[in-house]
């Protein structure tokens, strides 16, 4: 081979070292950038669903907390209103009065006796054991005087709605007919399936749904070794006054023998125990608490996460989402783990998994330890999943709530994710080869200049520039880099000086602790609950007021305002909505153990502000307002629109009492009061009425002294 072609081969081995080298580089940076990539997003995405799965469980756990006692509250206040005490009182002698002296004729007793022949026969196809009719009969001549004339005669498909029994001629006929409608409202508005009114020898004087157990004996009558007669017998009777007891699920036949839970309280007429207030809770309360409105997929539960109720039993409390979506698969699944065949048999018949599906995972072994739960588990139905548990923490039931989903939905968007990295791949094979051949013809040039100066700028040194190169490729790389690091400079300039002004726009509208969060791209601060004070500042005297033009008194307001916003930048406090008449701030959403303090205080500042505005103007300015402590709900309104705001019973507390309170007059409700130091002067309220009608219990905050001052400060953030 001739010197000329060896040195023309040179350029050739060279090119083709390149190409080969570049390829590989490239190929194994991807790799490693995909088996990185890869990593990181399995952690992330592991601990995004856990936290979601965390989220679900504490928040229905506290809804059900708190719906427990909401409804213990509403039926003990229930039990002291006039028409259930003077109802009880009725239907109680109109009851006495029946018995031995109404009774059914032959015609009558054929038809009730036929009746329950059909309850049995029924119950007899639902696959339980079998009873007799004498078995459900009521006892008394009384008892099958009304189980005739309201349940085996009633015309109506829902026995409710039948409010005066044509054949009754009764006293008790008189008093249905004008006390029904009244007590089936009650149970209507509290969402009761069912208000049952017991005398005090255990009769079931009264009942609005008139299923089988109305008119029946919670001491010797067919139900009485129900949960619901336990709790009518011996349990309330051990309450403390003002107490209500309650009874969790168990299947109830009256109820049709779907899971139902009763609420009791004692019934008293002045000091004087007259009867007991008894409430059904159909298993459907529950479900709502977790399976809500039952669209999974819209509120973000996937495919197939789900939150349920188990109880120590280890049986559910709630229905099963699969149950729910598609019945078929249910049962397949549960034939396939083995279950008795009778638990989907009867699941099939009663139409729920309430009380009739085990859960015996280790989430919920350790839930009912006491323990929280989260990790992977193998759930009811035997599929691997991820779950978080942990119990209700409710003093009267013993549950757990478990919030789980499916393994294999759980890395989908991991496999998805690889497969993704693997097409990519594929497709960077042809595309790096061409590219490396591209490159490969021109790095066989002097090239260092343009290779320093573009590491520079990819550095962040956008000072860089090249000399001329020449007018070749080179020097039109060279030209090309210098006009593209000015441009840079120019848009990296621009993009801080935009970046300043989005910042200062979102300051203007959001609390500073969600710019922050909102800037990193989380739109989803919509479910944001706190425990916060609520202040409400109602303001006249300039805008519409006779002493300053309707111009003056707006750039008065916006001064105001801005003084007002200084000081709850100062105390940590966040403004919720300001008009030039009114503003709502709320103190303590990321502090909520100072946030009655730091609120008083802002108040204080806020109206001394606005005293001392009207005495430099020379104008009357008066303010009223409004302090109100509690559970809010504070995010963005939406995923689209960037609007603030505060929801929940303090927002419109404290505006009502604001616009209840006398000029200059600043009020407060218990609970404010409750939260506030000992350093806070409060002087009692009394007479207050907001204008929906209803009283306002409520103190009057007049000052704090200088050590409650001090602390104050030093609580709040700067």
Do not use: C
């Amino acid at each position: 081979m001739s010197a000329a072609k060896q040195h023309e081969a040179k350029p050739r081995s060279l090119r083709r070292n390149l190409v080969i080298t570049f390829t590989i580089v490239s190929l194994m940076s991807v790799l490693l950038l995909g088996v990185l990539n890869y990593l990181q997003a399995r952690e992330m995405l592991t601990e995004s669903v856990s936290d979601q799965l965390v989220n679900q469980q504490t928040a229905k756990a506290r809804a059900i907390r708190n719906g427990i006692d909401r409804l213990e509250q509403t039926v003990v206040v229930s039990a002291q209103s006039r028409r259930v005490v003077e109802g009880v009182i009725e239907f109680a002698a109109a009851y006495d009065a029946l018995d031995g002296t109404d009774v059914l004729d032959q015609a009558q007793t054929e038809s009730f006796d036929a009746f329950y022949s059909v309850v049995t026969a029924v119950i007899g196809e639902a696959g339980v054991e079998s009873i007799a009719p004498d078995d459900l009969d009521p006892g008394t001549d009384a008892a099958r005087y009304l189980q005739y004339h309201y349940i085996v005669s009633n015309p109506h498909e829902e026995r409710s709605d039948l409010v005066s029994a044509p054949d009754d001629a009764s006293d008790y006929g008189a008093i249905h007919e004008a006390r029904h409608p009244a007590l089936d409202q009650l149970r209507s508005q509290l969402g009761f399936g069912d208000l049952l009114l017991v005398d005090t020898v255990g009769n079931i004087v009264y009942s609005t749904a008139k299923r089988l157990d109305f008119a029946t004996n919670v001491q010797t009558g067919p139900y009485r070794t129900s949960s619901m007669a336990e709790a009518v017998t011996s349990r309330i009777a051990a309450a403390p006054v003002g107490d209500a007891v309650f009874v969790g699920f168990e299947l109830y036949l009256p109820a049709r023998a779907k899971p139902s839970m009763f609420v009791a309280a004692a019934i008293r007429d002045e000091a004087r125990t007259v009867g007991a207030l008894l409430v059904e809770i159909p298993i459907e309360a529950l479900n709502d608490l977790t399976i809500g409105d039952g669209n999974w997929q819209e509120n973000g539960f996937g495919d197939t996460a789900e939150v349920y109720v188990v109880g120590r039993d280890n049986l559910m409390r709630t229905d099963s989402r699969l149950w729910i979506e598609d019945p078929a698969e249910y049962l397949r699944k549960l034939d396939g783990e083995g279950t008795d065949p009778l638990v989907g048999n009867l699941i099939e018949t009663f139409g729920s998994t309430a009380l009739l599906q085990p859960v015996e995972t280790k989430a919920v072994a350790e839930a009912l330890d006491g323990e929280q739960f989260l990790g992977g588990t193998t759930n009811y139905l035997g599929q691997s999943s991820l779950s978080a548990a942990g119990p209700v923490g409710a003093d009267q039931v013993d549950w757990v709530v478990v919030a789980e989903i499916s393994r294999a939905e759980a890395n989908d968007p991991l496999l998805s994710y690889v497969t993704s990295i693997l097409i990519a791949g594929l497709l960077l094979i042809p595309i790096v080869i061409v590219l490396a051949l591209f490159f490969a013809d021109r790095m066989t040039k002097p090239v260092r200049p343009v290779v320093e100066a573009a590491a520079a700028v990819a550095g962040g040194d956008l000072t860089t520039t090249l000399p001329d190169l020449g007018r070749n490729e080179f020097g039109d790389v060279a030209r090309r880099l210098n006009r593209l690091t000015a441009a840079l400079r120019e848009k990296e300039d621009a993009l801080a000086a935009e970046e300043q002004e989005i910042k200062r726009l979102l300051l203007s509208v959001l609390p500073t602790r969600l710019v922050a969060a909102l800037r990193q791209g989380d739109r989803k601060l919509l479910d944001l609950v706190d425990t916060a004070t609520v202040v409400a500042l109602d303001v006249d005297g300039m805008v519409n007021g006779a002493e300053i033009d309707e111009e003056s008194g707006v750039e008065l307001s916006t001064e105001l305002s801005q003084n007002i916003e200084l000081i709850a930048e100062r105390l940590g406090v966040e403004r919720v909505r300001s008009s030039t008449e009114q503003h709502v701030f709320a103190a303590g959403l990321d502090t909520p153990e100072t946030a009655a303090n730091v609120a008083a205080r802002f108040t204080l500042e806020a109206v001394t502000a606005i005293e001392d505005l009207g005495q430099s103007q020379g104008i009357n300015i008066t303010y009223r307002a409004g302090m109100s402590a509690g559970n809010v709900i504070a995010g963005l309104l939406s995923a689209e629109q960037l609007t603030y705001g505060v929801f929940g019973d303090p927002p419109r507390a404290a505006l009502a009492l604001a616009g209840i309170a006398a000029p200059n007059q600043i009020l407060i409700d218990a609970d404010t009061a409750g939260e506030l130091d000992e350093s806070w002067t409060l002087e009692p309220a009394t007479d207050l009425i907001d204008l929906r009608g209803d009283s306002l219990a409520a103190m009057v905050l007049t000052a704090g002294n200088a050590d409650g001052d001090a602390e104050t400060d030093e609580s709040a953030p700067a």
